[in-house]
């Protein structure tokens, strides 16, 4: 006799899929065609502990761009051709032999980083840092597809009713917000002025998170008006175009800007950033691209702290998730169709994208 999930895995062997792939490095984004929408060979059915998961939303990254133009990253990445997507989430379409927990149907979210749980840094939840983690879009074939498999340890059951095109950019930008907004919690007191810096698809989370989870006043910037409308819908409501525009906090007696995050990190903003923090502040550097700047004598006597932070823990995502599905949280998503990720790519590049880009397979 043959179960469901024994007929789907038959069925699995035969088919084809569509994606969205990588096939050169463009480092001016110049390419029409950033990526090739083409047919492949749909995945291995799952064994063991694997799950094989029809993607339903798959959000679009600054990191891909990033990729696509060939950029250090500070980690090896996966070799041409090479389909991006590492913000995922879906429906269950088969599983191994292994699995449990998980059935056909259910909708999931995928923990970006996979891993074995071996490693000292997994035994302390970071599996971001373990020296064997697998990340699909990044170092190994990604979400820009109608299936993938992940090992039932990356993967979050998520309610019935959930919106997957909403919950699929949690993977990053909201590990990534909740994270760097973590590393302020205890830091930031009542009445503390707080910055933000970008208000895009990481951004806009992170200021509601900081709202929410800390007592501090938010300044939120961006030169962007559709990114300040954003913040206002959040909540958000003192936005301001530029840094220069707040150098009023640095002239209100004791006071001075007691913590800032910097989602956009280029060019000059981190050193301008520094110029705002209060003595004892702490800058948090999300965003690549820029330096910061400072003298060991100006770091010792001001007592200021930069700190790096990528990304967060697997707690953290369900933490996150639990807040957007309870409408705590508003991730805000524009969507296309998995066929033309291009267009999506070339918004993301050009700054047309409020919140974050989510690509549908048809």
């Not at 500070?74 to 292994?98: F, Q, R, T, W, Y």
């Not at 705002?276 to 770091?299: D, I, K, M, W």
Request: charged share 25%; hydrophobic share 40%.
């Amino acid at each position: 006799m043959v179960v469901g999930w024994q007929r789907e895995q038959i069925k699995l062997k035969k088919a084809s899929m569509k994606a969205a792939v990588l096939h050169q490095y463009d480092p001016e984004l110049r390419r029409t065609e950033l990526v090739i929408y083409q047919e492949i060979s749909y995945p291995d059915p799952p064994t063991g502990d694997e799950v094989l998961v029809h993607i339903r939303a798959a959000g679009v990254c600054r990191t891909d761009l990033h990729m696509i133009t060939g950029r250090d990253l500070g980690m090896p990445l996966a070799s041409l051709p090479h389909i991006l997507g590492h913000e995922n989430a879906g429906v269950v379409k088969a599983i191994g032999g292994d699995v449990q927990g998980f059935g056909i149907g259910d909708k999931v979210l995928c923990y970006p980083f996979q891993s074995y749980g071996d490693s000292l840094a997994e035994r302390y939840g970071i599996d971001s840092q373990a020296t064997l983690r697998i990340t699909p879009g990044i170092n190994a074939s990604g979400g820009f597809c109608e299936f993938i498999k992940f090992p039932q340890r990356s993967l979050i059951k998520v309610g019935k009713d959930a919106n997957l095109n909403e919950l699929a950019p949690l993977g990053d930008a909201g590990l990534t917000a909740y994270g760097a907004v973590r590393k302020l919690m205890g830091h930031i007191r009542p009445q503390d002025n707080v910055v933000v810096i970008g208000i895009g698809g990481v951004g806009h989370l992170g200021a509601q998170l900081l709202s929410r989870l800390t007592p501090g006043k938010i300044f939120a910037v961006d030169p962007r008006k559709s990114a300040r409308d954003l913040a206002n819908k959040t909540g958000i409501k003192n936005c301001f175009e530029s840094i220069e525009e707040l150098e009023f906090l640095k002239k209100e007696e004791d006071s001075g800007v007691r913590a800032i995050i910097d989602f956009f990190g280029d060019e000059r903003i981190p050193n301008q950033a520094l110029q705002l923090l209060a003595n004892q502040g702490r800058y948090v550097a999300v965003g690549t691209g820029g330096e910061v700047r400072v003298s060991t004598a100006e770091l010792v006597a001001r007592e200021i702290s930069i700190v790096g932070s990528f990304v967060g823990t697997f707690t953290d995502l369900v933490e996150i998730t639990n807040l957007t599905e309870r409408g705590e949280l508003i991730s805000e998503v524009l969507t296309y169709p998995l066929s033309e990720a291009n267009r999506a790519l070339r918004d993301l590049a050009q700054g047309k994208v409020t919140g974050r880009a989510v690509l549908i397979p048809e």
